[in-house]
């Protein structure tokens, strides 16, 4: 009996009989051959049924696969530079199938369909090619910030999900009944790594986050990952060679693992190649500089009306996209108003209005993809800062416990998931990033 093997493995296996177990993918018959191409999970394959080399009844089974049709597929593995597949130049010169379930009119079929309807069936549609690639580029990305950050002194603690307090503003919780008291779904692992880096040193969490945005722009999820690394002895400085490190790491990570998938998706590969430390650094103040430049030099009024900023303003994405045109790689922008971000960010000294904060813009436009600060360690700030925000002292006893018992300076960032595939993937939606996608307007399937 012929070994059963993983497309992805195909090349090891020239010459020798395999088995294959997957589904149809696509299926042209020319009357004497049957093309099959089968996907299995791990790859794509075709595999050529020829008429003279098999029984009528098995020729006849290859005839009558439909799109998605399960079978089990046995044959010889040919060497042929035209073959196409992932990986490509091999394919399966059949000789014997077995069809486990010949499936129902498969909805996506190949043409251009919308994509709310794509959308809607989202469990089929993770089936197709492009889909595919983006997802195993996703799992790539995850393995890889889990292994630059183990293998850099950062312990991985997980975090709850159900809190009882706001980390990112109050405007986007999600509410839960808690037995009778008000839960929220976490917004952010952050303020309790804060608790585990004087346990642990360096920590990070990693897992799904929730907010309640209203908006509905490509770049937004309600229900997204977020990596978010903290660690103490930390200023803002050391916190930009973490990030551009750790940035560059997964980048080059699929570079390596997921040409295929890639190239696949058409990704100009050139422009992540160059993403390697260090990232260009620039101020707010210079940000708003060359935006207030970019405003005078367009000649298009719309851009001019987007782009209307006052110093104190968070940026919007076309802020991003226009101030990530003119930097080649992922660029820093620090000193951020301390109105527009959240209360535990450490103020500049001598300019209590701008906070220590950093977000990482990525470059090609695709914005903000990780957003961090060093956190205030001082306890009577941090107390006036609650206040100021009107946040509840009760639920941040902790919180103002951890200033009290040996407080460090300390800084920590998040990293957006999605945000990051769709960068390297370079797709133009979040919602293609993340198996089943949460949208203000989605929660099915
Ligand atoms: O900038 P944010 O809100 O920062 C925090 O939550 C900090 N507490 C993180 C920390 O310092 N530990 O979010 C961090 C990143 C953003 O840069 C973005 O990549 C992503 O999370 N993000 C979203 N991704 C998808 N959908 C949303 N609605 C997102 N909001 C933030
Ligand atoms: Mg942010």
Not at 188 to 202: K, T
Not at 243 to 258: H, P, W
Not at 389 to 402: H, S, T
Not at 415 to 440: A, N, Q, S
């Amino acid at each position: 009996m012929a070994d059963t093997i993983r497309i992805e493995d195909i090349a090891q296996h020239e010459g020798e009989e395999v088995t294959l177990q997957g589904w149809v993918y696509n299926h042209t018959d020319t009357g004497k051959l049957v093309f099959l191409w089968i996907r299995d999970g791990t790859g794509f394959a075709q595999c050529v049924i020829f008429h003279k080399d098999v029984t009528p009844e098995l020729f006849e089974a290859a005839q009558g696969l439909t799109y998605e049709s399960s079978v089990v597929i046995t044959g010889v593995v040919r060497q042929d530079d035209r073959a196409p597949g992932i990986p490509g130049g091999y394919e399966l010169g059949v000789s014997d199938l077995e069809v486990l379930q010949i499936a129902e009119e498969y909805p996506i079929q190949p043409k251009e369909h919308g994509v709310e309807f794509l959308m809607d069936n989202r469990h089929l549609w993770i089936r197709s090619q492009r889909q595919w690639a983006v997802l195993r580029v996703r799992a790539t990305i995850i393995e890889a910030i889990r292994d630059w950050l183990d293998d850099s002194g950062f312990v991985n603690m997980d975090t709850p999900i159900l809190t009882p307090a706001a980390c990112e503003g109050t405007t986007t919780l999600f509410e839960t009944d808690y037995f009778g008291d008000l839960a929220y779904l976490a917004q952010s692992g952050q303020l309790y790594n804060e608790a585990d880096i004087y346990a642990f040193g360096r920590v990070y969490c990693f897992g799904p986050t929730f907010r309640a945005e209203k908006s509905k722009t490509r770049r937004h999820l309600t229900e997204f990952w977020m990596v978010e690394p903290e660690a103490a002895f930390c200023d803002m400085d050391q916190l930009m060679e973490i990030e551009e490190q750790f940035v560059s790491y997964i980048v080059q990570t699929c570079l390596d693992e997921r040409a295929e998938e890639l190239e696949l998706l058409e990704r100009d590969t050139s422009r992540l190649e160059k993403v390697a430390p260090p990232f260009p650094r620039i101020s707010y103040d210079e940000a708003l500089d060359i935006i207030a430049e970019i405003r005078e030099e367009t000649e298009d009024p719309e851009l001019k009306e987007l782009l209307q900023i006052e110093w104190g303003d968070d940026f919007g994405s076309p802020h991003e996209t226009e101030l990530t045109e003119r930097f080649e790689k992922p660029v820093f922008v620090y000193g951020y108003p301390t109105a527009a971000k959240a209360f535990y960010m450490e103020p500049w000294p001598d300019r209590p209005e701008v906070s220590k904060s950093v977000d990482l813009l990525a470059p090609e436009g695709y914005g903000e993809i990780t957003g961090g600060s060093e956190r205030i360690s001082d306890l009577e700030l941090l107390l006036e800062r609650l206040a100021e925000w009107n946040l509840p002292r009760e639920a941040f006893e902790w919180y103002v416990d951890l200033r009290r018992y040996g407080s460090v300076p300390h800084s920590g960032f998040g990293l957006g998931l999605e945000r990051t595939v769709t960068w390297i993937c370079g797709i133009d939606h979040l919602r293609e990033t993340i198996p089943f996608p949460r949208m203000l307007t989605r929660v099915y399937p």
